[in-house]
């Protein structure tokens, strides 16, 4: 089939062995636009999926206690000049399960697309997601990524999500992540996202900390440059007794780039606790001279700087 | 006497109007430690910092000159590629690079293991672990010297090297110092550890930006343990 080859060549792209997301003890799903390529589920991993003619419907359902060992792969992707691919994704963790996703999204030869996901995802008692979301895109510029998604963290879960934009050109991005935090649960939510000529990024993250002791961490990583911008909202509400939640975010702005972070936090009960701390500007000249130092050029140092900020 | 490496004459620098340092007149020869002591805020850190060509500190007057050629016309990552490092006094985190990044940065002409061993950071452990908050001051000013040493450099300027060292690990730091001169380098010492300074070849002492006296690191140090000063008369080079 025309788009599996795409999609190999794509995997060979990045890095990844297509021959590992592809083996038989792996679930995986591979589609393109709204056509679903590939799809299995193994013991203890369940994946349904449903091609439409303006969706493409996923649930994914980890039993109960199941420790699924190996990553679950979820590759979206476009291989075609333009298109659209939607996703409405169901996902949910049984108790005591565990288990890695990890979702590449394939956008570096469409010119133009929209790539929109609608996720809610439930994690049951003591379960534990680690989801791992890396975007590739082209240099058009014109690609739209809509992720949003609700997500609820049961009693002494852990939720770790890492989403990850650095490669290409950003095109619009429009992040939207609202999560619950149960009893005793963790939510630690990641973004990183490299934004160069006319990019727009918008990025809202909210930690809901519902339960005595939750957890919850929203840190975010952005670089803008030429004439992108970036606005940033990590938002961190401590309901619960004994509640700790912060917000951490650093925005570095080149040339005519903007960026705009919006910390918000806020506390209803006496013995929860909410920090944040957001840094904007150009590159730290501390760490600029540190590198320069060693013999780097100004313009090697900055790109340093950004890419370890976004590794 | 070999020739000098790096030459200071009457040189002044001010900042935000404040005269930091003022006529100095130094030299630095070819494989030679030089000591410079000084109480807090006499402007020993701020002749680094000017020597390196960090923002911000820039001479109002006189010359440096490294190996003959203008020191201060050079932008910081030339001089770092003539041969100039810097241990610096408050190394600072850097999210997302790890250890071994750090050290493998730049033209070095030494293995990173081996100058982590070099000041006692075991490779196997250190090399792979990112330079962030997560280090100790201790640890992150030995990863300093270990990423000078791997420069190689012709020039090594040392900002304090053992302030927030643990005492096991002081002889490492201390024996940097003379590996350095075997490998032919010239040594910038700043540093207040008495003994560090009179291993060095000369000495000079620094007061209120002022070079008060140079010479025999023994009668330096020996003048500035007990405050003899012509500049301040023993009123500002104490700690």
Known sequence: MTELRALRDAFAMIGEDPAEVLAPDTAHLIAHGHQVISSQSIPGVRLETHGEEDCIKVRLDIAPGGNIEKPIHLCFGLFERFGTQNVDLVLTLGAGARATVWSHCLFTLPLAARHAMTARVELGPDAELRSNETHYHGLSGLIEVIPHAIVRVGPGARYIADFSLVQGCVGTLDIDYAVAVEEGGVAELTSKVYGHRSDRIRIREAVSLDGAGARGLVKTRVAVEDDASAEIVGATYGNAPGARGHVDCMEIVRGRATARAVPEVSVSHPEAKVTHEAAIGSVDARQLETLMARGLAPDDAVDRIILGMLR | ?239
């Open chain 2, 1 to 239: 006497m070999k020739p000098p490496l790096l030459e200071l004459s009457d040189l002044t620098v001010e900042i935000g109007g404040r005269r930091l340092l003022e006529g100095i007149d130094l030299t630095v020869r070819s494989g030679e430690v030089h000591a410079l002591v000084g109480a807090n805020g006499s402007g020993k850190t701020t002749l680094a910092r000017l020597l390196m060509g960090a923002e911000g500190y820039r001479s109002s007057a006189g010359a440096v000159r490294f190996e003959g050629t203008d020191l201060l016309a050079l932008p910081m990552h030339e001089r770092a590629r003539r041969g100039i490092a810097i241990a610096w006094q408050e190394p600072v985190a850097l999210e997302g690079l790890s250890i071994a990044d750090y050290l493998g940065c730049g033209p070095v002409k030494q293995p990173a293991a081996a100058c982590l061993e070099q000041v006692g950071l075991d490779p196997g452990e250190y090399l792979e672990r990112p330079l962030d908050r997560g280090l100790s001051g201790g640890e992150r000013r030995r990863i300093e010297l270990a990423a000078l040493l791997s420069l190689g450099p012709r020039l090594a300027i040392l900002d304090e090297p053992t302030a927030g060292i643990d005492l096991s690990s002081l002889p490492l730091i201390e024996a940097a110092i003379p590996a350095l001169r075997r490998a032919g380098a010239a040594v910038l010492l700043i540093t207040h550890e008495e003994t560090l300074a009179r291993q060095a070849d000369v000495a000079s002492q620094i007061c209120g930006g002022r070079i008060v006296c140079s010479g025999k690191p023994e009668r330096v140090v020996d003048r500035y343990k007990h405050r003899v000063c012509v500049r301040c008369e023993g009123e500002r080079c104490h700690d």
